[in-house]
Structures are given as structure tokens and as C-alpha cells.
């Protein structure tokens, strides 16, 4: 099949893009994205991208868990499996909003006649997007994951750590479960950094959190706070061993 022909032959709408980004894919269509596995996945060449399938059905889990017990808004989840040339994918409804980590590169208020600025970034746009988004994870995203608990970590029987650990420890085969006597995991997003958090762009509310591949039944204090960082601190973490083998000894059985 022409890698450049739409895989859902229109079912979602125009085809838009497809972006290879060496270990994955990425199908954008009028109203869907779909992340998939490589086509050399299924020749057994290195993708660089560990558990690509139990990745991608971790994603889908996540999504249905966080629809249909909370109210926290995220991309509505059309399907997942494998397609006819064997890769996994993952297909969901296309976010239109504008990160969190974007906010503020320009005033997001000019068109309704109360700009802040008429060129360049915009500090007040920014402010106010993070203020918006800091009051809405911990009112309504963080109470509410953890309110989801289980005697198990990971989810479903795969357990993916957070990216600062996996993609630290890129050695492990595995991460095993570890198991409790009671239900001391709760549910993390396990990325909840700017860069996965939709913003309205007119109100600069938060309209979607996404990328949930890392979900999983953790220690509640391993949903750090990535949302309140910058880039080059959120990047920080993944040099913070001290941090990462903390976490690892909370994780490991």
C-alpha cells in the first residue's frame, strides 16, 4: 500500500498528513489523529521505540478509563489494532487547541479587540493560559485520577514509567508489576507536561489533555508537578538520578 494514501479511505474525513518520525507514525485526517507503529516494525528492524503495540493499547485503555469515570476532557478514542500490514495504531479525535507550551508566543486577544501586544509573544497571554491550566489540574485532573486506585501498578498488566525513566533505562527488557496488599496506586497521567495540555485559543482554558501512553497505577507522588515547567527544567529531570532511581525503588518489587 502507497504510504501516502489515507488508511481509513476517507471514514474520518480528508487525509491531511502522514508524519514518519523514525519510531513512529503520525495520521492526521480532518477529524482524527492515529499514532502507529513503523512499517520496519513489522520487519523486526529497530524503531527506537520499545512495546510499540502494548504502548499504543496502554494509550486506548487510558482513554476510556478517564472517559468514562471523570470528567476530564480528553480526545474521544474511534479505535485501535492492527491494521493490514500488521502495525498497531491507535485512532482518536483530533485536538484543535493550542498547547500549553505554546501559549503566549503571540496575544491570542487581538482579534476580539483587547490585545495585549501586536507583535511578538504576549506575557499576559502566557500568564494567564498557565494560571487557567495550573488551577484546572489541581481541582479537577488531579483529584479525580486519584480517586482511581488499584493494589497494582501499571495498567492492565503493562506498566510503562514515566518517559524521564523509561527513556533513561533504555537497557530494562521490562518493568514488572508490583503488587499490594491494598489499593495504594493511584492513576497518573505519568506525562502531564505543557506540550500535553490543549488550551482554548479565545479563552485560554483548558480544552483537552492528551498523550496519555504513560498512564498507569503509580505512587501518587510520581505525577510530578511538569505542568509549572519550563522546557529546559522539565528536560532537567531526565538528568536527575537521584530522582530516577527513587522512583524506580517505589516501582520495583
Given at each position: 500500500?502507497?504510504?501516502?494514501?489515507?488508511?481509513?479511505?476517507?471514514?474520518?474525513?480528508?487525509?491531511?498528513?502522514?508524519?514518519?518520525?523514525?519510531?513512529?507514525?503520525?495520521?492526521?485526517?480532518?477529524?482524527?489523529?492515529?499514532?502507529?507503529?513503523?512499517?520496519?516494525?513489522?520487519?523486526?528492524?529497530?524503531?527506537?521505540?520499545?512495546?510499540?503495540?502494548?504502548?499504543?493499547?496502554?494509550?486506548?485503555h487510558a482513554l476510556q478509563i478517564v472517559a468514562e469515570k471523570t470528567s476530564i476532557p480528553v480526545p474521544k478514542l474511534f479505535e485501535h489494532g492492527y491494521d493490514d500490514q500488521g502495525r498497531y495504531y491507535v485512532t482518536m479525535e483530533r485536538i484543535h487547541g493550542l498547547s500549553l507550551s505554546e501559549a503566549g508566543k503571540e496575544c491570542q486577544m487581538v482579534g476580539a479587540g483587547v490585545g495585549h501586544a501586536t507583535s511578538g509573544p504576549c506575557n499576559e497571554c502566557r500568564q494567564t493560559a498557565r494560571h487557567n491550566a495550573d488551577t484546572f489540574i489541581r481541582e479537577q485532573?488531579?483529584?479525580?485520577?486519584?480517586?482511581?486506585?488499584?493494589?497494582?501498578?501499571?495498567?492492565?498488566?503493562?506498566?510503562?514509567?514515566?518517559?524521564?525513566?523509561?527513556?533513561?533505562?533504555?537497557?530494562?527488557?521490562?518493568?514488572?508489576?508490583?503488587?499490594?496488599?491494598?489499593?495504594?496506586?493511584?492513576?497518573?497521567?505519568g506525562d502531564l507536561a505543557s506540550h500535553n495540555i490543549s488550551i482554548n485559543r479565545s479563552t485560554l482554558e483548558v480544552e483537552h489533555i492528551y498523550d496519555w501512553e504513560h498512564t498507569a497505577y503509580l505512587p501518587a507522588e510520581m505525577e510530578l508537578e511538569l505542568?509549572?515547567?519550563?522546557?529546559?527544567?522539565?528536560?532537567?529531570?531526565?538528568k536527575n538520578d537521584q530522582l530516577i532511581e527513587s522512583e524506580i525503588s517505589l516501582i520495583t518489587p
Open positions: 500500500m502507497d504510504q501516502n494514501l489515507d488508511p481509513f479511505n476517507g471514514k474520518y474525513g480528508r487525509l491531511l498528513e502522514i508524519k514518519e518520525i523514525g519510531s513512529k507514525d503520525y495520521v492526521t485526517t480532518e477529524v482524527s489523529f492515529t499514532k502507529r507503529e513503523p512499517l520496519r516494525a513489522t520487519k523486526d528492524e529497530a524503531t527506537g521505540w520499545k512495546w510499540g503495540p502494548q504502548r499504543l493499547l496502554n494509550e486506548a485532573v488531579l483529584p479525580q485520577l486519584q480517586q482511581l486506585s488499584s493494589n497494582e501498578t501499571g495498567l492492565n498488566g503493562f506498566l510503562l514509567p514515566p518517559p524521564r525513566i523509561v527513556e533513561t533505562r533504555e537497557d530494562r527488557e521490562c518493568w514488572p508489576v508490583k503488587k499490594s496488599g491494598s489499593k495504594i496506586y493511584v492513576l497518573i497521567h505542568w509549572c515547567m519550563e522546557g529546559r527544567e522539565y528536560y532537567d529531570l531526565f
